[in-house]
Nanobody, 124 residues
């Protein structure tokens, strides 16, 4: 099992930037695929980005060119750098771990462990 704690959320104006962090504990982190998802009030939890243990990445179309996912296996941490933020990026952001090695899934049901989330609010 992987325990996850997100941080870095907050209130930012449109066009601004935030960097989310997800600190992980547990032996399986270094091989796990890590994902970021987001959920706005009254909506489904949607895929944002994912990264494999060796750096393969995938993004949802709406964040390509603006968001960057990365990881530091030595620090057991995954990051989401968010630039050029828009009001529609406002949501709770959740870190997740898929313990199946080498996969790069966009499906939230493939992820085994979840953090509690951090709120991102983008004002217009």
């Amino acid at each position: 099992q992987v325990q996850l704690v997100e941080s870095g959320g907050g209130l930012v104006q449109a066009g601004g930037s935030l960097r989310l962090s997800c600190a992980a504990s547990g032996r399986t982190f270094s091989r796990a695929t890590m994902g970021w998802f987001r959920q706005a009030p009254g909506k489904e939890r949607d895929f944002v980005a994912a990264i494999t243990w060796n750096g393969g990445t995938t993004y949802t179309d709406s964040v390509k060119g603006r968001f960057t996912i990365s990881r530091d296996n030595a620090k057991n941490t995954v990051y989401l750098q968010m630039n050029t933020l828009k009001p529609e990026d406002t949501a709770g952001y959740y870190c997740a771990a898929d313990r199946a090695i080498g996969t790069l899934s966009r499906n939230k049901y493939d992820y085994d462990d979840w953090g509690q989330g951090t709120q991102v609010t983008v004002s217009s």
